[in-house]
């Protein structure tokens, strides 16, 4: 049976770094190749204004950058075509949502017959795969995000009404200092979702979406994505699929405030607790799994650590609902403004030389008065309650 709380994970540590040219073999030593690295380059740049048309993804800009070539597969022979193979990077942008290009990098098999160069096979070479390269795609826009998706998978257009109701709830409690746009990815498969994570699916069953930030862009400013699982998503309700995506979005907003030291119970606790803000269901009812703990006894000690949430982890979907109970504490207790202020001092400490504990103290004390042991006091307190 899918644990609602299953279906929501964040990945963590996948802050996008500035992109490096590939390492390539030598440059080809003849006279001529400059020549070839000018004809191959004029062919790639039309293949690059081609992307959109040829991967159905409207709105794209692509280019290809940093292109070395090498001597290609296959000894030549003396009635045969000359063939080279081309180290680049593909730099592709979606107009309004990413401020920088994602960038993937690519190995190219060119072969020159009477017509000159043309292209054989192109495939990636490090990291996850473009969604296009799973088969071609097709969008679907909204007035607030735009979902991609794959021929022959759902319908994109089915995503559209839940992710343009998620962005204005995440922006009604974290503001406008994040795009106000939302990058959703809806392969046709689980096994194509754990392709565009390069993990193995038996980890992945279950979970419904995670936000990756696509390689490429600095760490200012990722270019953030949402990567639906069409399996366990759509074994979701309605309630549940906006749940899902609205916890999803507040990852986006809040991912310039998220530090590798952010406790995961607040980065998860946040992104739950804004996703449940207006749902007007009780406590029992959005903690589900941890009441029936409560019930028979067995309570918790501590907030939970970053392991809880891993995925398979006995115990996630009490976790995440923890994670929820300890940000709707300070909500309610301290107001929306402080769990918010909290959150972006957590990621605005120097993540060096201190314990993450000492440091979950210090500003707990600075932003709400009360240091961790005591915080967890009153959250022990509000588990104890979900007795009803």
């Known amino acids: 049976m899918l644990s609602r709380r299953g279906a929501l994970l964040l990945a963590a540590g996948?802050?996008?770094?500035?992109?490096?040219?590939?390492?390539?073999?030598?440059?080809?030593?003849?006279?001529?190749?400059?020549?070839?690295?000018?004809e191959v380059a004029g062919l790639l740049a039309a293949r690059a204004r081609s992307l959109p048309v040829r991967s159905g993804l409207t709105g794209a800009e692509a280019a290809y950058r940093n292109l070395v070539l090498s001597p290609g597969r296959g000894a030549p022979t003396a009635d045969g075509p000359e063939r080279l193979t081309a180290s680049v990077e593909l730099a592709v942008r979606i107009a309004g949502y990413d401020e920088y290009p994602v960038v993937y990098p690519r190995r190219i098999e060119l072969v020159r017959d009477r017509d000159g160069w043309r292209v054989e096979h192109?495939?990636?070479?490090?990291?996850?795969?473009?969604?296009?390269?799973?088969?071609?795609?097709?969008?679907?826009?909204?007035?607030?995000?735009?979902?991609?998706g794959l021929a022959g998978g759902p319908d994109p257009a089915g995503l559209v009404a839940v992710g343009d109701q998620a962005v204005p709830a995440v922006s009604a409690v974290w503001g406008s200092g994040w795009p106000g746009r939302l990058l959703l990815e809806l392969p046709a498969t689980e096994a194509q979702f754990a392709r565009l994570l390069e993990a193995d699916p038996a980890s992945w069953t279950g979970m419904a979406a995670v936000t990756v930030a696509a390689p490429g862009a600095p760490w200012h400013t990722p270019a953030d994505r949402v990567v639906i699982n069409p399996e366990a998503f759509g074994r979701l309700s309605d309630f549940g699929r906006q749940v899902v995506v609205t916890h999803e979005a507040t990852h986006v907003a809040t991912r310039a405030d998220t530090r590798a030291w952010t406790p995961l119970w607040l980065s998860e606790g946040?992104?739950?607790?804004?996703?449940?803000?207006?749902?007007?269901r009780r406590p029992q009812q959005i903690a589900p799994e941890l009441t029936r703990?409560?019930?028979?006894?067995?309570?918790?000690?501590?907030?939970?650590?970053?392991?809880?949430?891993?995925?398979?982890?006995?115990?996630?979907a009490q976790a995440y609902e923890?994670?929820?109970l300890a940000c709707a504490l300070i909500a309610g207790r301290y107001g929306t403004d402080r769990l918010v202020a909290f959150y972006r001092a957590v990621g605005a400490a120097d993540g060096q030389g201190e314990d993450r504990d000492r440091?979950?103290?210090?500003?707990?004390?600075?932003?709400l008065g009360v240091g961790l042991a005591e915080f967890t006091a009153l959250w022990l307190a509000e588990v104890q309650a979900l007795r009803g």
């Open 359 to 367: 440091r979950t103290d210090r500003l707990l004390r600075g932003e």
């Open 122 to 148: 192109e495939e990636g070479t490090d990291g996850p795969p473009a969604l296009w390269d799973l088969g071609p795609a097709r969008t679907a826009p909204g007035a607030r995000c735009l979902v991609l």
């Open 322 to 324: 923890q994670a929820w």
């Open 14 to 38: 996948g802050l996008a770094q500035l992109s490096l040219p590939p390492a390539a073999p030598a440059a080809l030593p003849d006279e001529r190749a400059a020549d070839r690295h000018a």
């Open 293 to 316: 703990d409560v019930v028979a006894g067995r309570l918790p000690t501590a907030l939970p650590a970053d392991g809880d949430f891993a995925a398979g982890a006995t115990g996630i």
């Open 270 to 280: 946040v992104a739950d607790w804004t996703a449940y803000r207006e749902s007007g």
